[in-house]
């Protein structure tokens, strides 16, 4: 219904109210059964939302650049030069000649090169003067990540201990300077960022080796799709922007006060349970339910 509308919608409140009255029914029925006090429920939500004012279909924007682009859902085209994978609408991924098998992604510096989409244009800059781009990242090397926006460039690497953001000619993370923490200190100092866990996630991007040569992240009104999307969207997610990055969460034991990610809720079922956490899971158990 969002998609459709708007995160205010009617609709989306009616249905809204609805699940709000079944977890009632729910939490009378094991009250009654005397089954409450050993039950953990957790309601949360897989993302925000926000209302898309404008379409840049990604994919035809690259088009328009003179770019032979494959894109979904028509996934076939000759010789391409680039592909364009939306996701969730709000973020994409683009690869450098798909079709040429290579070791290695491409870094920010090599995808400006004017040769590199056959474009004879640095297709970066490009891309940052459109309003409906935040920001770009690409994958600098093993651990470390280059974030463009308008104001210029930033680094951000991570070793065993800390996560580090260096602004080099400009701050696209808006954090204001220079930071280095642990991966839970970033998660509490961008918690009211506009941008929240933005350095984390994108390392965390670039960990799987189906990513793209470069993210390109959407501001919020805008989203990467206009062609096939139907019906058309008029909210939507994908973005880093704070409006998508913070979730619902509901419990009906208390909430500790330390922020999650949505991967902590895992940890947090099997503790309950008396269940031992499994090596190599991207969550942590951080707070117990109900201490």
Aim: with cysteine; glycine share 8%.
């Amino acid at each position: 219904y969002t998609h459709q509308a708007t995160p205010t919608a009617a609709r989306v409140l009616r249905s809204l109210h609805r699940v709000d009255q079944v977890i009632g029914q729910v939490l009378d029925r094991l009250a009654a059964r005397g089954e409450l006090a050993d039950t953990l429920m957790l309601m949360v939500s897989d993302h925000g939302a926000s209302v898309v004012h404008r379409h840049l279909d990604l994919a035809e924007w690259f088009r328009a650049q003179g770019v032979r682009t494959l894109s979904h859902p028509v996934l076939w085209e000759k010789h391409p030069a680039a592909a364009v994978m939306v996701a969730g609408n709000g973020s994409a991924m683009v690869y450098a000649e798909p079709g040429v098998p290579r070791q290695g992604r491409w870094s920010m510096e090599r995808l400006r090169r004017p040769e590199t989409f056959g474009a004879g244009a640095d297709l970066v800059d490009r891309l940052l003067a459109e309003p409906a781009v935040a920001l770009l990242a690409a994958e600098a090397g093993p651990d470390t990540v280059t974030v463009a926006d308008r104001t210029g460039e930033a680094t951000i690497t991570r070793d065993l201990a800390a996560i580090r953001y260096q602004p080099e000619s400009g701050d696209p993370l808006c954090i204001g300077g220079g930071f280095s923490g642990t991966h839970r200190e970033w998660l509490a100092q961008s918690w009211h960022a506009a941008l929240p866990d933005a350095a984390y996630q994108l390392l965390d991007q670039f960990r799987a080796s189906r990513t793209g040569d470069l993210i390109v992240v959407a501001n919020e009104g805008y989203d990467f799709r206009d062609r096939f999307e139907l019906p058309e969207h008029r909210s939507g997610h994908g973005s880093l922007i704070q409006a998508h990055m913070h979730t619902p969460l509901w419990s009906n034991r208390r909430l500790g006060t330390v922020p999650l990610r949505t991967t902590d809720l895992f940890p947090t079922m099997l503790d309950w349970l008396g269940v031992a956490l499994p090596e190599a899971i991207d969550g942590e158990l951080v707070w117990r339910a109900g201490v």
